[in-house]
Structures are given as structure tokens and as C-alpha cells.
Nanobody
Framework: VQLQASGGGLVQPGGSLRLSCAVSGFALDRPAIGWFREAPGKEREAVACLSTWNDITHYPDFAKGRFTISSDKSKNSVYLQMDNLRPEDTAVYYC???????????????????WGQGTLVTVSS
């Protein structure tokens, strides 16, 4: 299993960024997959999760209305569209999955077994 995240960078407050996660080793037809982040001095937290078999999503409150997770099964890839970014969104973002979880809610409230390498998002003027 490999999860290759990309798309991070420097963006101004209020700006947008789209992260991509290329998945290999399993198909996006059953497991839950999601995005997590870790800011300096803070615990890693869930950002958005997706049930790939029924496309049900789950977001924590801070992400609702600003972040959108989606997938392209033909490319076996998952994306995170982030809009109206804030300085407090600065963190390393990880793509993660767990072959034993099919629920987006379950994945967001657990520690996934599979992790990508992370991509840095910096929100600053």
C-alpha cells in the first residue's frame, strides 16, 4: 500500500489549495480514506474522510463548508479542496487509509493503519 500526497505549498489567508493523494495497493471501492493534519506542537487530527464504497463523507466542525474531499476512481486518487484558508490551517497534511474501515466517520475517529508521507501547507501573508 502506498499513499503519495502532493499539492502543498504557501498560500495567503483566504486562498485555496488542492491536495492530491495517489493510491496504490488497493482500489477505492471499499476502504475509507481521508486526510489528517499535524500542526507544530499539536496532535494529529482528522480533516476529512470518505467512504469509498458509498461516497459518504465526514468532516470535523472546523472543516465543514471550507474543505471538500473527493475521489477519482479511474485514477485511484483522492483529493482535498481547501478554500478560505486560515493561518491556523498551517500544518503537514497526510493522506491516510485503513483497509479495515469502510466508514468515513469511523476512520476520522480512529488512527488509520496506512499513511502517506505528508505535504506541508503554509497559510501566511
Amino acid at each position: 500500500v502506498q499513499l503519495q500526497a502532493s499539492g502543498g505549498g504557501l498560500v495567503q489567508p483566504g486562498g485555496s489549495l488542492r491536495l492530491s493523494c495517489a493510491v496504490s495497493g488497493f482500489a477505492l471501492d471499499r476502504p475509507a480514506i481521508g486526510w489528517f493534519r499535524e500542526a507544530p506542537g499539536k496532535e494529529r487530527e482528522a480533516v476529512a474522510c470518505l467512504s469509498t464504497w458509498n461516497d459518504i463523507t465526514h468532516y470535523p466542525d472546523f472543516a465543514k463548508g471550507r474543505f471538500t474531499i473527493s475521489s477519482d476512481k479511474s485514477k485511484n486518487s483522492v483529493y482535498l479542496q481547501m478554500d478560505n484558508l486560515r493561518p491556523e490551517d498551517t500544518a503537514v497534511y497526510y493522506c491516510a487509509a485503513d483497509l479495515g474501515h469502510s466508514s468515513s466517520y469511523g476512520l476520522c475517529h480512529s488512527r488509520p493503519s496506512e499513511w502517506g508521507q505528508g505535504t506541508l501547507v503554509t497559510v501566511s501573508s
